[in-house]
Every structure is written in C-alpha cells, then in structure tokens.
C-alpha cells in the first residue's frame, strides 16, 4: 500500500519540490511553492517529513515481509459473480518488493528535503550533495534495479557534504536556543517542534550515509551547543562523542572566547585588575581570542567554570594547551 501510495500521490510532487528548492538553492517562499508543488510552503515542510516517515515504513516492511504469510482472500459466494474494479488489497498484493538502497537513497534525500524547508535553510543545493550516478537514481520506479552510487566519494563533494551538514545541525542548534528562550510563549509549539525527531542523531545518521566522518559531526553539535549558550545540553552530548581529546582543544579555544570577552571587551575596573594578575602568557592567549565567533556572551561564569573542568577532564596533561586550561581555571575562580 505504501509503495502504491508512492507511485500515485508521492513521487511527481517530490520530484517538483526537490527541484524547486534545488533552483533556489534554499527553501522556497509560499508563492514558489503553490505554483511549482501546488502546496503552500507550510504544507510542503510538512509533506517532505511524511514522505521521509514513508519512505521508512517501506524499508521496515521489506525487511519483515520474508517473515509475514501473504493473506488468504476469502470471498463470500454471494460475491464470486460480482464484477468492478479490483480490491486495493489485491492490487497491493500484486506489488513487487521494492529495492531495499534505492528505497534509502530516496529516505537520505527526504531527510535532506525535510531539514532545508524546517529550518528554513539558505545557499543550500540539495542535488549537489550527490555525485552523477546518486542523480540519476533518484525518482525512478522504487521496485527497479539502478546503479547507485558506491566505493570513494570525491572529496570535494565530501567537503560539500560535511558543510551541509554542520549548518544543518548549526540550524538545529538555533532552533533549540529559541525554544528555551520562548518557554510558555505563543511560539512556543512552533519552535517546540524541533522535537518531532531527533535532528542531532538523523544528521550523524545522514552522515554515515553521505560517508562523511560521524564524530566530526558530533563534535560540531556540541561546540555549537555551547556556542549558543546550551551548557546543560551540551554535558549530555559530549558523552556521544568518540575523539574527547580533539573536542576538548576545540572547547578550549570556545571557553578562550567567552573568558577574552568578560575581560577584554566589556572593560570593567575589576576585569582590567585581575587581566593585571593573571600570567602574560595566557593575556597574549585570551587577546588572540575572537569572541566575535559566540552567539551567546551572557553565559554565567559557573557554567564556564562547568566547562573548563570538562576541558582539563578530557585533556591529556602532555597535550600542548594544558598548561594554558588549567591557568583558565585560576582566572574563572579569581572572576567567581
């Protein structure tokens, strides 16, 4: 049935909307939507996220269906004379099986689709994430063998990849913030809705996909967590991530940012005093920090405190950057 569902209703509207926002290289305004998918822009955010839910029952269906005894038909005799049109159950059990990757290859695309139009994504070509081959396969007969891509991604599409995918997560991350900036407001159901599934895993899950490296991606959600000022959140995620020594120097230089704007940027007498105390080699480190690069500078000094520990927790102490994590934790005390 679902394959049916596809075949008739699905595919000619995801087709036109791959390749309009594709055109446009980000998600399409309402009108553009009306006039090339027949379906406002709201309506269309929310049928990309259908067909990707679609796309998933086909596969789980596949991979049960060798374990599930085809139904017996039963007709009553009162029936067996009656013409018309065949049952749906008939028509569905005449269905071929589907082919199982091209089936994902379209669910990876989907995912993509339903991302771009949620978080109202911009300079993004879906397309571009594939290689010619991955092109070609797409919106063909799901129950057909096509050559899909396989072996060696070229690297410059690796790197198209990984760039969509860190501001995926960047948008999901900005998502979050709002909604924890709007708890109990009228937005609060829109923004909530980031909730409708779990965006941090779908990505390192398109990653696997996309054959981009999973922990580089994870440890991107979790500096942009912190980031934005989701210190909370941002405990929880590092457990996630496999290479903790390689996030803790990027952690490092995110806490170098915060600390250079408490002390250098808002000028206070007590900031200036204690910058007069602390060793040169870390004033010439936190003056080289752009804070610029933070989204959120109100962050409380006992959060940042919380964070350097995290720091010095996953640092080797023969790391290069050692020395200058545990004179941060002098400098946040003296400012605590």
Known sequence: I???MWNTFIVKRLSAATYLMDKVGKAPKDRLCRRDVGMSDAAMTSFLGCCSDLLQILMEADVRSDEMQLPVLDTEDAWVSVEGQISLVELALEQKHIHYPLVEHHSVLCTILYGIMKFSMKSVKPLS??????????????????????????????TVRHQFLTKLLTAVVEAQCSSQKNRGSPEESVV????????????????????VNEDVVRRHYVCELYNYGLDHLGEEAILQVHDKEV??????????????????????????ELLARLPPTLCTWLKAMDPQ??????????????????VIEHLPENHGQYSVALNLIEAVEAMS
């Open 2 to 4: 679902a394959l049916m």
């Open 129 to 158: 994430l594939f290689d010619s081959k991955g092109k070609n396969a797409f919106f063909k007969d799901l129950t057909s063998i096509q050559l899909l891509p396989s072996g060696d991604v070229d690297p410059g599409l690796l």
């Open 192 to 211: 909530l809705s980031v909730k409708d599934r779990d965006w941090p895993a779908l990505a390192v899950d398109l990653a696997q996909h996309l054959q």
């Open 247 to 272: 996030l803790a120097s990027q952690l490092l230089v995110l806490t170098g940012q915060r600390l250079a704007y408490a002390l250098l940027h808002t000028q206070t007498k007590e900031g200036m």
């Open 293 to 310: 690069d933070l989204q959120n500078v109100e962050v409380p000094v006992a959060a940042t405190a919380k964070l350097i520990d995290k």
